[in-house]
């Protein structure tokens, strides 16, 4: 299993661009989140789906989209870019509620 | 939202030297976390803890969940180069409709000298 996958690795987009980051994940896990984690940070949830077509918003959902169309991809959309978004980005899944969460390697993302 | 107090920041230790974080909150949660991030990596779950007052070992890892719900610490012994890394205890928000969302705490940044 690849487990859960990434990409980008790395970006830099001018402020007002768009760009969608890809996740992946090969465990037919039910849950998956978005997480960003800024400079000397902890992660903070973004958005997560607890399966196709579920989605809610985490605890900075402000600048994000996202969709759950298989239970394997859960991309994240930036509209307009801004500098404030200028972060690492990781994407986690996991079997269930009370499971553990399995992390990406993560996008490292730098808006200028 | 809530916040999780870790400390300390960072720590610079030679090796076989024990090491010890903690991680304390104002709210009481149900559940306490510790991950591990290397280097460019995502983070990994190192323990698990469900229960006041459970200590939980894993290899030279222990960890405990304090009595009163609102603290935890970890405990490295006999450190190795490859424990270097920043180690994050999380909680989980349960209750009513949260579905596993974690909070983090800031990171403690460990650096191991050979």
């Known amino acids: 299993n690849a487990g859960v996958t990434q990409t980008p690795k790395f970006r830099i987009l001018k402020i007002g661009q768009s760009m969608t980051l890809q996740c992946a994940q090969d465990m037919n896990h039910n849950y998956m989140y978005w997480y960003r984690q800024d400079p000397g940070m902890g992660l903070k949830l973004i958005y997560y789906?607890?399966?196709?077509?579920?989605?809610d918003k985490g605890e900075v959902p402000n600048g994000y989209n996202v969709s759950r169309s298989t239970t394997e991809d859960f991309p994240l959309r930036l509209e307009l870019a801004a500098p404030s978004q200028t972060s690492v980005y990781f994407c986690a899944s996991s079997y269930g509620r009370w499971d553990e969460q399995f992390f990406g390697p993560g996008t490292r993302l730098t808006v200028l | 939202g809530q916040q999780l107090n870790q400390s300390p920041q960072s720590m610079f230790i030679q090796e076989g030297e024990d090491v010890s974080m903690n991680c304390t909150s104002s709210?009481?949660?149900?559940?306490w976390l510790w991950y591990k991030q290397d280097p460019g990596e995502g983070p990994v779950l190192l323990i698990a803890l469900y229960k006041a007052g459970e200590l939980t070992s894993n290899g030279r890892l222990t960890a405990q969940f304090g009595i009163t719900r609102k603290d935890s610490f970890l405990n490295i012994s006999a450190s190795i180069p490859s424990d270097v890394g920043i180690y994050f205890c999380a909680v989980d928000n349960a209750g009513g409709t949260s579905y596993g969302k974690l909070t983090f705490g800031q990171g403690t940044i460990l650096t191991v000298h050979p």
């Open positions: 789906s607890v399966g196709a077509g579920i989605t």
């Open positions: 709210s009481i949660f149900n559940t």
